[in-house]
């Protein structure tokens, strides 16, 4: 059982920043989904094994980053020029390929809620 746990969410002002991070031991590919309430969860990044393999939803493109540094099993979420469509809770999830954690991912984090103030 891979166990993942996220963190730096928060409340920001509209045009502000948060980088999120999360604790993923072992070698995946990496995602990160938000969700608000009576909504499907929705992708917002994957990030292969190799960090230079990315994707992105067309609503976070040029404002989201993903990375990781696997030194320290953490996956970050760069977020800039936040929107308050932006609010949601944000989940990692981890999969044994980019294909599998855009599509479903086989592990989940409990979530962290990022609020953006209009």
């Known amino acids: 059982q891979v166990q993942l746990v996220e963190s730096g969410g928060g409340l920001v002002q509209a045009g502000g920043s948060l980088r999120l991070s999360c604790a993923a031991p072992?070698?995946?590919?990496m995602g990160w989904f938000r969700q608000v309430p009576g909504k499907e969860r929705e992708f917002v990044a994957a990030?292969?094994?190799?960090?230079?393999?990315?994707y992105y939803a067309d609503s976070v493109k040029g404002r989201f980053t993903i990375s990781r540094d696997n030194a320290k099993n953490t996956v970050y979420l760069q977020m800039n020029s936040l929107k308050p469509e932006d609010t949601a809770v944000y989940y990692c999830g981890a999969a044994r390929s980019t294909v599998e954690v855009r599509r479903e991912p086989s592990y989940w984090g409990l979530g962290t809620q990022v609020t953006v103030s209009s």
């Open positions: 990030i292969g094994w190799t960090p230079d393999i990315t």
């Open positions: 072992g070698r995946y590919a």
